[in-house]
């Protein structure tokens, strides 16, 4: 019998890669270090309640109906959400984000005025445009090249907007701050900020201000689980609570792997669905790689992280919906704490999502499920989470109160993540939720390839590497890693 693939890691990125090479016939391995599979994709439940842990926003319907051959449905309910989100702002008024986007316009002509509702209309034909031009060359294929770059039509590299930061494009469409605000959100769905992401990055408010907002029936970690039956379905064997110690390396070729309990497992090729700085910096042995790529991979800006409070609340709020936002009075000074002071924002957005608007057994009757998200700084030494996180999750509370919401009093049951745990729960180097920070016009050209340059028969699968961050890329990921993969196994097998 030939040697099995081994993926390490059985996160979104893993599971999708192992049902792509099931689906082409390959025996696979996966091995996960954690008692349950997702990665960072999980869920917790206690006193009743359920929360999912990590994702909460499922866009771009389509690659999920790409693995899953057309029989998604089989496998998984996604159900629309409208509103897409509720946005509150300091001064009590709110937005309701619509799917349509004739009736989002009008509820933007109410909100600030017919000439904003025009420019948004112009801002989604414009992040629609970047999407139609990039999405060949940055999402949906093999990582980018510069020569494949190149060959874009010179008509169209304008309209990518690469010299101009998200927020600067924003304002030549809107005059309102707090529709400025709005639109630059969704530079934090790549863990990066407004006023630094290149204008390319607009193309996020395409994917889903145009493509809408699917939530999971079952919560976020059905997908999860969705992906292990498809892939067990397919003869992918799944192991957890196996730690991999060790990608190990001969002649400058992967041979298998070592697990902490010294046992080996001898691989044909090995899928990493670990953040690629980790791998080389923990997993690859020393003398396989060199140390001017783990210092490269290692010292490069990190996207942000995220601090989570999971709370069990007594009451319902009708006035919520599925997937709110509580906006900062200042976003630039919110995100220059994030990026340039390193410290957790003072006055932070707050995002609360409650799968319970959706799943009623996601939490006691006449109560909610709060997943309470904050963006955080990357973990490093200007902030200390082991003395300040209980102070944090207080100054957070504090902000929802003052906003209206004060549930302090109301809390039955309660975890708190922080990036340390993020970390350790996952393995995302300083706790940096999407790797590298996009904050770069150069980013998607420097993202780590899914195929190791270095060691032969190493591919790279996961939110650090192309094409990025968030669900479905991650989804997209595994593909691209398992094509790599399979295109290059008959000259392994013949070596």
Same mark, same amino acid.
């Given at each position: 019998?030939?040697?099995?693939?081994?993926?390490?890691?059985?996160?979104?990125?893993?599971?999708?890669?192992?049902?792509?090479?099931?689906?082409?016939?390959?025996?696979?391995?996966?091995?996960?270090?954690?008692?349950?599979?997702?990665?960072?994709?999980?869920?917790?439940?206690?006193?009743? $309640?359920?929360?999912?842990?990590?994702?909460?926003?499922?866009?771009?319907?389509?690659?999920?109906?790409?693995? $899953?051959?057309?029989?998604?449905?089989?496998?998984?309910?996604?159900?629309?959400?409208?509103?897409?989100?509720?946005?509150?702002?300091?001064?009590?008024?709110?937005?309701?984000?619509?799917?349509?986007?004739?009736?989002?316009? @009008?509820?933007? %002509?109410?909100?600030?005025?017919?000439?904003?509702?025009?420019?948004?209309?112009?801002?989604?034909?414009?992040?629609?445009?970047?999407?139609?031009?990039?999405?060949?060359?940055?999402?949906?294929?093999?990582?980018?090249?510069?020569?494949?770059?190149?060959?874009?039509?010179?008509?169209?590299?304008?309209?990518?907007?690469? =010299?101009?930061?998200?927020?600067?494009?924003? &304002?030549?469409?809107?005059?309102?701050?707090?529709?400025?605000? $709005?639109?630059?959100? $969704?530079?934090?769905?790549?863990?990066?900020?407004?006023?630094?992401?290149?204008?390319?990055?607009?193309?996020?408010?395409?994917?889903?201000?145009?493509?809408?907002?699917?939530?999971?029936?079952?919560?976020?970690?059905?997908?999860?689980?969705?992906?292990? &039956?498809?892939?067990?379905? =397919?003869?992918?064997?799944? %192991?957890?609570?196996?730690?991999?110690?060790?990608?190990?390396?001969?002649?400058?070729?992967?041979?298998?792997?070592?697990?902490?309990?010294?046992?080996?497992?001898?691989?044909?090729?090995?899928?990493?669905?670990?953040?690629?700085?980790?791998?080389?910096?923990?997993?690859?042995?020393? @003398?396989?790689?060199?140390?001017?790529?783990?210092?490269?991979?290692?010292?490069?800006?990190?996207?942000?992280?995220?601090?989570?409070?999971?709370?069990?609340?007594?009451?319902?709020?009708?006035?919520?919906?599925?997937?709110?936002?509580?906006?900062?009075?200042?976003?630039? %000074?919110?995100?220059?704490?994030?990026?340039?002071?390193?410290?957790?924002?003072?006055?932070?957005?707050?995002?609360?999502?409650?799968?319970?608007?959706?799943?009623?057994?996601?939490?006691? @009757?006449?109560?909610?499920?709060?997943?309470?998200?904050?963006?955080?700084?990357?973990?490093?030494?200007?902030?200390?989470?082991? /003395?300040?996180?209980?102070?944090?999750?207080?100054?957070?509370?504090?902000?929802?109160?003052?906003?209206?919401?004060?549930?302090?009093?109301?809390?039955?049951?309660?975890?708190?993540?922080?990036?340390?745990?993020?970390?350790?729960?996952?393995?995302?180097?300083?706790?940096?939720?999407?790797?590298?920070?996009?904050?770069?016009?150069?980013?998607?050209?420097?993202?780590?390839?899914?195929?190791?340059?270095?060691?032969?028969?190493?591919?790279?699968?996961?939110?650090?590497?192309?094409?990025?961050?968030?669900?479905?890329?991650?989804?997209?990921?595994?593909?691209?890693?398992?094509? =790599?993969?399979?295109?290059?196994?008959?000259?392994?097998? /013949?070596?």
């Amino acid at each position: 019998m030939s040697l099995p693939i081994v993926v390490v890691g059985a996160g979104i990125g893993g599971l999708s890669a192992a049902i792509w090479l099931a689906s082409a016939g390959q025996r696979v391995i996966v091995l996960e270090a954690n008692a349950t599979i997702g990665g960072k994709m999980s869920e917790i439940r206690a006193d009743g $309640f359920r929360w999912d842990t990590g994702p909460s926003v499922i866009t771009m319907r389509h690659v999920f109906e790409e693995l $899953f051959a057309g029989r998604l449905d089989e496998y998984l309910t996604l159900l629309p959400v409208d509103p897409l989100t509720r946005y509150f702002y300091p001064d009590g008024t709110r937005l309701d984000a619509l799917a349509n986007r004739e009736a989002m316009a @009008e509820n933007i %002509r109410q909100f600030a005025d017919a000439d904003d509702a025009a420019g948004y209309l112009a801002y989604l034909d414009y992040a629609r445009r970047i999407h139609d031009i990039t999405g060949g060359v940055f999402i949906y294929n093999d990582p980018p090249t510069l020569w494949r770059v190149a060959r874009t039509p010179l008509r169209d590299i304008p309209a990518v907007d690469p =010299l101009r930061t998200m927020d600067s494009a924003i &304002r030549s469409f809107v005059k309102s701050p707090k529709l400025r605000q $709005f639109l630059g959100r $969704f530079a934090t769905y790549v863990g990066a900020s407004p006023y630094l992401a290149p204008a390319t990055l607009n193309v996020i408010a395409d994917v889903e201000l145009s493509g809408g907002v699917w939530v999971p029936q079952g919560g976020i970690y059905a997908i999860a689980l969705a992906f292990q &039956r498809r892939a067990e379905e =397919l003869g992918v064997e799944i %192991r957890t609570g196996c730690r991999v110690q060790q990608i190990n390396v001969s002649d400058r070729n992967v041979t298998g792997v070592t697990l902490t309990d010294g046992s080996q497992i001898e691989a044909s090729a090995v899928i990493a669905n670990v953040d690629v700085a980790t791998v080389y910096e923990k997993l690859l042995p020393r @003398e396989s790689v060199s140390a001017r790529r783990v210092k490269q991979l290692t010292s490069v800006e990190p996207s942000c992280s995220g601090f989570i409070l999971l709370l069990g609340i007594e009451g319902t709020h009708p006035e919520l919906t599925h997937h709110n936002i509580f906006f900062s009075q200042d976003y630039q %000074r919110e995100f220059d704490d994030i990026f340039v002071r390193g410290i957790p924002p003072d006055d932070p957005t707050i995002y609360i999502a409650i799968t319970s608007k959706t799943d009623k057994d996601h939490a006691p @009757e006449g109560c909610e499920n709060w997943f309470v998200l904050v963006n955080a700084p990357a973990l490093d030494d200007r902030f200390d989470w082991s /003395q300040n996180a209980a102070a944090y999750r207080d100054r957070v509370l504090d902000r929802l109160a003052a906003q209206g919401y004060d549930v302090r009093g109301k809390i039955r049951a309660e975890h708190m993540i922080t990036p340390v745990d993020l970390e350790r729960l996952t393995g995302a180097r300083r706790g940096a939720l999407y790797g590298a920070s996009s904050n770069d016009r150069l980013n998607a050209l420097r993202r780590p390839h899914n195929r190791a340059r270095d060691v032969g028969g190493l591919y790279f699968a996961g939110g650090t590497t192309h094409p990025g961050g968030g669900v479905p890329m991650v989804t997209l990921s595994g593909k691209v890693a398992a094509k =790599l993969l399979l295109a290059d196994l008959p000259d392994r097998l /013949q070596g």
